[in-house]
């Protein structure tokens, strides 16, 4: 079940190892084009299995207490955090990030996730009285959870934990790009003593088992996160069957530069985000809004922030920027910035003859300015190293052009005066804003607005989408 041997055997259902009969698929390291494994290409009678599986093992996990769940969850954790470097490894040669960035923000940062959720399980609200009305919240059921390729043990942990703590089954489709940690992650599940069934993994394609998986009739929540388009497809194959689906989709998230702002932290600092993990983050500010007595200086400070980033060998530690995950990522980037030229953005770094080490699938960190906001790269979620810098000349500008957007998932706002900054936070039309660099916050609810979602992960509210609620009159 590890990448240490070159093909994974199988899925992972029910407790057990079941072989995949229909080949395998490729597992490429993006750095270097080269196959690192094979993993079982699953169909939907492995879905349908693993399905089975999930809905026989429900009713005696459910009826398990919190606490009982939250021991699961922190013996999960102490089998993460025994296969730290493993993982971390995995992960750089399965998609390319940087093996520092490995070993925090894709394996520290789910970890704590898991520790945070196992700690609710005493806190949550399982039960509520309203007037005469007992209120509990119940498992779901069978969840089907799908996850992609950029940060592949968060996207999944921020699934499974709050799915297990609920007491809901889970049958997993990992990223076909990036199954190797799924599979890392599995073998520690069973050293926590999870039942058979409670947690299953089927490898394999979106138009294959990531379909079969949401538009089974025994599937009650489909949990998704990645593209928009596919979210939308997910949602016609929950339709028909009326079940719930929760989506964590696309954005195109705003930074907004206020003119009292530190502008040199709010320059690196919004550099950093637009480029962290190749621009391969949702949540990335790739539009930077820069009030137009500030902007010249900005752009500078952008131009030297930027040549700063070094491209290379994710397993490097001193490289900054690994690859994109795959060729076919870095060419829809490349089209992205081609497309831009063409429009008539102004170049400020990189671009399409920026220098590129020969091997693999690497694209240069790109800036644009004056890009205007209806144009393709201040409206397309490009996903890859690229930053749009557009001017503004006042606060009620900058707020309408940060909310002319079809996606709403997160955003930034920089200025001395914090109530300023918190009043253009407020009518800022997505699921989370930062104020002046503000740390990341894992109890707080995580999800968008508009195209970018529906449903919320993390803490209390990404547990509370793992149940149903039921009233009880007395
Ligand atoms: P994707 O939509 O192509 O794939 C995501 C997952 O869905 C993969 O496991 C894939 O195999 C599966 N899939 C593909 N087609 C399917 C289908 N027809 N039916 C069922 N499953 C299918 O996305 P991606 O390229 O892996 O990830 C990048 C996208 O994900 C970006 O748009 C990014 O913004 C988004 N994303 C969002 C969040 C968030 O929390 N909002 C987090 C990470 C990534």
Not at 44 to 53: E, K, N
Not at 77 to 88: D, Q, S, V, Y
């Amino acid at each position: 079940m590890t990448p240490s041997t070159h093909t994974v055997a199988g899925h992972w259902i029910g407790g057990e190892t079941v072989t995949g009969s229909a080949g395998t698929l490729p597992v490429v390291n993006p750095a270097t084009g080269e196959v690192v494994a094979e993993t079982p290409a699953g169909t939907a009678a492995d879905v349908d299995r693993a399905v089975a599986a999930a809905r026989a093992a429900f009713p005696a996990w459910s009826a398990t207490t919190p606490q009982h769940r939250a021991d699961v969850l922190r013996r999960l954790g102490a089998g993460l955090a025994a296969r730290t470097e493993e993982i971390a490894q995995a992960i750089t040669a399965e998609m390319g990030s940087p093996i520092g960035m490995s070993r925090t923000a894709q394996v520290a940062f789910p970890a704590a996730v898991l520790e945070s959720i196992a700690g609710l399980a005493d806190d949550f609200a399982w039960t509520e009285e309203v007037g005469n009305s007992l209120i509990v919240r119940e498992p779901i059921g069978v969840v089907g959870a799908i996850t992609p390729w950029n940060y592949p043990l968060h996207q999944v942990m921020a699934k499974l934990a709050p799915a297990l703590a609920a007491g809901c089954t889970v049958v997993l489709k990992p990223s076909e790009l990036t199954p190797l940690t799924a599979y890392l992650l599995f073998d520690a599940v069973t050293e926590a003593g999870l039942p058979p069934g409670v947690l299953n993994l089927v490898s394999g394609t979106g138009p294959v088992v990531g379909e079969a998986l949401a538009g089974h009739p025994d599937v009650d929540l489909v949990s998704f996160t990645g593209s928009t388009a596919t979210g939308a497809r997910i949602m016609r194959l929950a339709a028909d069957r009326i079940a719930r689906v929760a989506l964590e989709l696309g954005g195109k998230s705003a930074n907004v530069i206020l003119p009292d702002a530190d502008l040199a932290t709010a320059v690196k600092v919004g550099v950093g985000n637009a480029l962290l993990n190749s621009g391969q983050t949702c949540t990335a500010w790739t539009r930077m809004l820069v009030h137009r007595d500030r902007y010249d200086e900005a752009l500078h400070l952008i131009a030297t922030a930027v040549a700063g980033y070094r491209l290379g060998d994710p397993f490097d530690p001193a490289t900054r920027l690994g690859p994109l995950v795959s060729a076919a990522q870095a060419q829809r980037v490349r089209g992205h910035i081609d497309r831009a030229v063409a429009d008539g953005a102004r170049l400020v770094a990189g671009g399409p003859d920026a220098p590129v080490p020969a091997r693999g699938h690497f694209v240069a960190p790109t800036v644009f300015a004056d890009v205007h906001p209806d144009s393709a790269l201040a409206q397309e979620e490009v996903f890859g190293p690229v930053l749009a810098v557009i001017p503004f000349a006042d606060t009620d500008e900058a707020v309408a052009i940060a909310n002319n957007s079809k996606y709403g998932l997160a955003g930034a706002v920089w200025s001395a005066d914090t109530d300023a900054a918190l009043a253009v936070a407020r009518r800022l039309r997505t699921g989370a804003v930062d104020i002046n660099g503000a740390p990341f916050n894992p109890l707080a609810p995580f999800g968008g607005y508009k195209q970018s979602g529906l449903g919320r992960e993390l803490g209390v509210h990404g547990l509370a989408e793992f149940c149903e609620l039921k009233a009880i009159q007395r």
